[in-house]
């Protein structure tokens, strides 16, 4: 576990380790963030938001996010920034403050990131409907390579393309064991006639 200070973006959308995650940058506190980010190849925290909007006066995140790493970018037209950014590491948020532009600063501390675990023979369908969605959606879209004997990564995977609500994601984001998330992953494929 490390403590760090990064900015904050909170989102309406939850990123885990080793996703990706496609962002338009155009108020100037995102765009100035992100500069400074490829400028130093230094990192930003991705929030879910608890409190408030993406644009507009500062949200309140929730406590648990994902270091995030800029992996590609494009300037398709002055003022708007293209990033596609990379999960590496969960963190909790120990204090945030917002600057006088409006951009959040965090200092938070770590997660160590599930280590590799073998899935449960009980959640091995969970793997087969991700091979399922990935033929259908195309690899391209997801990171390489795929380890799908991995709960941790199958987990992480199924909870960034299933249509949960926010809250579902964050609890499953806060989970900290892979089969513990593939069990509540399973029940809610079953729930939704998924899975039988």
Same mark, same amino acid.
């Given at each position: 576990?490390? !403590?760090?200070?990064?900015?904050?973006?909170? &989102?309406?959308?939850?990123?885990?380790?080793?996703?990706?995650?496609?962002?338009?940058?155009? =108020?100037?506190?995102?765009? =100035?963030? *992100?500069?400074?980010? &490829?400028?130093?190849?230094?990192?930003? #925290?991705?929030?879910?938001?608890?409190?408030?909007?993406?644009?507009?006066? $500062? %949200?309140?995140?929730?406590?648990? *996010?994902?270091? %995030?790493?800029?992996?590609?970018?494009?300037?398709?037209?002055? #003022?708007?920034?293209? !990033?596609?950014?990379?999960?590496?590491?969960?963190?909790?948020?120990?204090?945030?403050?917002?600057?006088?532009? *409006?951009?959040?600063?965090?200092?938070?501390?770590?997660?160590?990131?599930?280590? $590799?675990?073998? !899935?449960?023979?009980?959640?091995?369908?969970?793997?087969?409907?991700?091979?399922?969605?990935? %033929?259908?959606? *195309?690899?391209?879209?997801?990171?390489?390579?795929?380890?799908?004997?991995?709960?941790?990564?199958? #987990?992480?995977?199924?909870?960034?393309?299933?249509?949960?609500? &926010?809250?579902?994601?964050?609890?499953?984001?806060?989970?900290?064991?892979?089969?513990?998330?593939?069990?509540?992953?399973?029940?809610?494929?079953?729930?939704?006639?998924?899975?039988?």
């Amino acid at each position: 576990m490390t !403590i760090q200070t990064i900015p904050l973006f909170p &989102l309406g959308a939850i990123l885990f380790p080793g996703g990706l995650l496609p962002l338009k940058l155009f =108020e100037q506190r995102y765009l =100035e963030m *992100g500069k400074t980010c &490829l400028r130093g190849e230094s990192p930003f #925290g991705v929030c879910g938001i608890k409190h408030g909007a993406e644009v507009g006066a $500062p %949200a309140t995140p929730f406590d648990v *996010g994902c270091i %995030a790493k800029i992996v590609h970018w494009d300037m398709p037209q002055l #003022g708007i920034l293209h !990033i596609v950014a990379q999960g590496e590491i969960r963190f909790r948020v120990m204090t945030h403050r917002s600057q006088a532009d *409006g951009l959040l600063v965090g200092e938070v501390m770590t997660i160590d990131n599930d280590e $590799p675990q073998s !899935i449960a023979p009980a959640f091995a369908v969970c793997a087969e409907v991700l091979k399922q969605i990935v %033929a259908g959606v *195309g690899a391209q879209h997801f990171p390489t390579p795929g380890r799908y004997d991995d709960s941790t990564w199958v #987990g992480n995977r199924l909870a960034e393309v299933l249509p949960l609500p &926010l809250m579902t994601k964050q609890r499953l984001l806060e989970l900290t064991d892979g089969n513990a998330r593939l069990a509540e992953l399973k029940e809610i494929l079953v729930a939704q006639g998924l899975l039988s």
